[in-house]
C-alpha cells in the first residue's frame, strides 16, 4: 500500500482543529427504509459541505514555502475545489481551479467566494484534467489532485477512523466512487482497525470507470448525472490497486434510485445530499437483498446540490409515489364544467395544484376540449379512486407522465 494507517494517523493530526469532526448518527428511518441498520456520517456539515476539506489540508499543509509561494492548481467538478480554495485562502497560497463548464452554479459561486482564480473547462473532470495540467506547467504550480495523491487519500481515511470510535462494529461500509480516493483511505483505515468489515464501493451507472477496470468491461461511460461529483473516467493510478485489494464490490445505481436517496436524506433525515453524496444509500434503496440485516456506515459524502435540481428531485418523487398525479380528460364545452370538475375533484379530497385547457386539439370532438390536470392525492389508492371517479362521469381520463398508477 502507497498509503499506511500511520499516514492517516499522522493526517488525523494535521487537520485537527481545522476540520470538523463530524457527528455519526444512528438513521431509524433509513433503516426502514432499506431493511439494513443504517448509520450516517454527516460530512455534508463541513465549512465547504464536503468530505473534501480532509484531503485538501493535509496536501497543502505538506507543501514547502516556496510551492506556497507558486500556488496550487486544481481540477475539480466542485467539491474538491471549494476545499483547495478554501484551505488555500485561510493559509495565505494561491489557488485556481479548472471546473467543467457542466459543474452546477452553486458550486462555481462558492469556489469563486473563496478567492480561487476558477477557469471552465471542457465538459468532464477529465477534460478539466487536460487544461488543469497545461496551467500548471505554464505557471510552475503545485497540482493537488481530487484523489490520486498520497496525501489525499491519507486525509479522506481520517472520516473511517471517527466512525469506529462512534460504531466499532459496523459489517459493512458503503462508499461512493468517484477517482477512487474516499474510498481508498477509508478502505485502508477500516481494514486495519477491523480485517472482516467489508467495504463496498458505488458508482454512477452512466460513469462505471472502475467497474469497467475491475470486471474488465467495456460499458460506456458518459452522459448527465446527479452525480456530477463521481462523473469520472479517468481510474486512479494510485487508488485502482488499493481498492482492487481492499473492496469487495463496486455496485452501479441509476439516475432514479440516486434521486430516490437525495429525496430520502432530505425528508427522512432532513438533511442535504447531492447526487454523490447521497450514492451510499442509493445502492441501499437499488439492491435491498444484499444489505438485509447489516450494521452498515454510509459516508454523506457532499451536500452542495443546485436547489433548483433538488426541488425538481422532490416534485419527481411525489410523482413516482403517485403522491403527485397528472391526467387529460375530455369534456364538454360548456359553461360550468370546469367548476362541476373542481367541485368533484375537492369533494374527493384531491388538491389541484395546475389546469390547462385546451380547444383546438384535433383528438378531441369540436365542441369538446382537452383538460390536463395535476392534482395532489394521499396515495396511490387514492389516486386510483379519483381517476375512476374522473372515467365514471363519462370525461374518459388518460394518465399523463410515465409513473405507474
Known amino acids: 500500500m502507497t498509503v499506511t494507517i500511520a499516514d492517516i494517523d499522522a493526517a488525523r493530526k494535521v487537520i485537527a482543529g481545522a476540520v470538523l469532526r463530524t457527528p455519526m448518527l444512528p438513521a431509524p428511518r433509513l433503516s426502514a427504509l432499506t431493511g439494513a441498520e443504517v448509520f450516517v456520517k454527516y460530512e455534508n456539515l463541513q465549512v465547504t459541505n464536503s ?19 507558486r500556488g496550487v492548481v486544481a481540477m475539480s467538478a466542485g467539491n474538491h475545489a471549494q476545499s483547495v480554495a478554501y484551505h488555500a485562502a485561510r493559509l495565505g497560497i494561491p489557488a485556481t481551479i479548472v471546473m467543467p463548464v457542466t459543474t452546477p452554479h452553486v458550486k462555481v459561486a462558492a469556489t469563486r467566494s473563496h478567492g480561487a482564480e476558477v477557469v471552465l473547462h471542457g465538459e468532464t473532470v477529465a477534460d478539466a484534467q487536460a487544461r488543469c495540467e497545461a496551467i500548471q506547467a505554464e505557471r510552475g504550480m503545485t497540482l493537488v489532485h481530487p484523489y490520486d495523491d498520497e496525501k489525499v487519500i491519507a486525509g479522506q481515511g481520517t472520516i473511517a477512523l471517527e466512525m469506529f470510535e462512534d460504531v466499532p462494529d459496523l459489517d459493512m461500509m458503503v462508499i461512493p466512487i468517484g477517482g477512487g480516493g474516499l474510498i481508498s483511505g477509508n478502505a485502508i483505515a477500516a481494514k486495519a482497525l477491523n480485517p472482516k468489515i467489508e467495504i463496498v464501493g458505488v458508482e454512477a451507472l452512466l460513469y462505471p470507470s472502475v467497474w ?27 487508488t485502482l490497486p488499493i481498492i482492487r485489494d481492499l473492496v469487495s464490490d463496486v455496485l452501479l445505481v441509476d439516475e432514479a434510485h440516486l434521486e430516490r436517496a ?57 410523482e413516482r409515489e403517485t403522491r403527485i398525479v397528472s391526467f387529460r380528460l375530455t369534456i364538454p364545452d360548456q359553461p360550468g364544467v370546469l367548476g362541476l370538475i373542481a367541485t368533484r375533484l375537492g369533494a374527493m379530497g384531491a388538491n389541484i395544484l395546475e389546469v390547462e385547457h385546451r380547444r383546438q386539439l384535433l383528438d378531441v370532438p369540436a365542441k369538446g376540449a382537452s383538460l390536463d390536470v395535476m392534482i395532489e392525492t394521499r396515495d396511490a389508492a387514492h389516486a386510483r379512486e379519483v381517476i375512476a371517479a374522473m372515467a365514471a362521469d363519462g370525461y374518459k381520463p388518460v394518465r399523463l407522465g410515465t409513473g405507474p398508477l
Open 212 to 238: 469497467n477496470a475491475l470486471e474488465h468491461g467495456n460499458r460506456a461511460i458518459g452522459g448527465p448525472t446527479l452525480a456530477e461529483g463521481i462523473a469520472v473516467k479517468n481510474v486512479g493510478k494510485l
Open 262 to 318: 437525495v429525496n430520502a436524506y432530505l425528508t427522512l433525515q432532513k438533511t442535504m445530499a447531492e447526487g454523490a453524496g447521497a450514492a451510499g444509500l442509493a445502492a441501499l434503496l437499488a439492491e435491498p437483498v444484499r444489505f438485509k440485516g447489516k450494521r452498515i456506515g454510509l459516508i454523506l459524502c457532499g451536500g452542495n446540490i443546485d436547489p433548483r435540481i433538488l426541488a425538481s428531485i422532490m416534485v419527481r418523487e411525489l
Open 51 to 69: 468530505f473534501k476539506d480532509r484531503g485538501a489540508l493535509n496536501k497543502l499543509s505538506s507543501l514547502t514555502e516556496a510551492e506556497c509561494e
